[in-house]
């Protein structure tokens, strides 16, 4: 089996947010909507003060809530663990949205560009009308896992075929590949470091572990 996941280094992830511009770059997300965001947390108290910084998305569960709650099977979580949207089934009820714990999912009603009624180069396209109305998220980059069935690429490992914000991060803090395969760069890193995953005890099963420290 092949199961496809994030791992997140906290350790060194500096709050940049390139991966928050490469997402909407590669996506052309509407204004005010990022399918990849960077939570900026501080703990302590004065003279002690630390800032902790941590990128949130769609955590592709193996038990997504966002799943059972659609009355029309638009999302479905496909046999190598991305969660999909088929914008041509969903009806845009918003039960996924409410029903997500990671407020991963939006739905946008009119297109909206970055500076007015007229896309810029990249949204111009990258857009796609068959999001209007409809519930969106990060998809993981699924056009390229897709793709690197056909070239026989590795996504992790290979650039053309893994998530924009993997390939983007300038600290090498993000990492992706399948974790039912033990030689894997995701494998490797997880049995070598301590991680968590948000929320896993709602028993959702994310599929984006954070590590925090040394093996």
């Not at 809530?65 to 029309?72: D, F, L, Q």
């Amino acid at each position: 089996m092949t199961r496809y996941v994030m791992a997140i280094d906290l350790r060194r992830c500096v709050g940049c947010q390139t991966c928050t511009a490469a997402c909407k770059n590669a996506n052309a997300t509407p204004p005010g909507v990022q399918w990849r965001r960077v939570l900026d947390i501080e703990t302590g108290e004065f003279p002690d003060v630390r800032r902790s910084f941590v990128p949130i998305s769609c955590m592709h569960c193996d038990e997504p809530p966002c799943e059972e709650v659609c009355p029309t099977t638009a999302t479905k979580k496909r046999a190598d663990g991305l969660v999909t949207i088929d914008y041509d089934t969903c009806i845009g009820c918003a039960n996924c949205v409410m029903a997500c714990p990671y407020e991963a999912r939006s739905i946008v009603h009119e297109a909206k560009f970055a500076y007015g009624d007229t896309p810029i180069a990249s949204e111009s396209v990258r857009f796609d009308p068959a999001r209007i109305g409809v519930s969106m998220k990060c998809t993981f980059c699924v056009d390229r896992i897709d793709e690197a069935a056909r070239t026989g690429q590795v996504p992790g490992r290979d650039p053309e075929v893994t998530p924009a914000c993997v390939n983007s991060c300038i600290s090498g803090a993000m990492s992706f590949g399948d974790i039912d395969d033990p030689n894997s760069n995701v494998s490797r890193l997880l049995v070598e470091t301590q991680s968590f995953r948000m929320h896993e005890e709602l028993g959702t099963g994310p599929g984006v572990y954070y590590i925090w420290d040394k093996g």
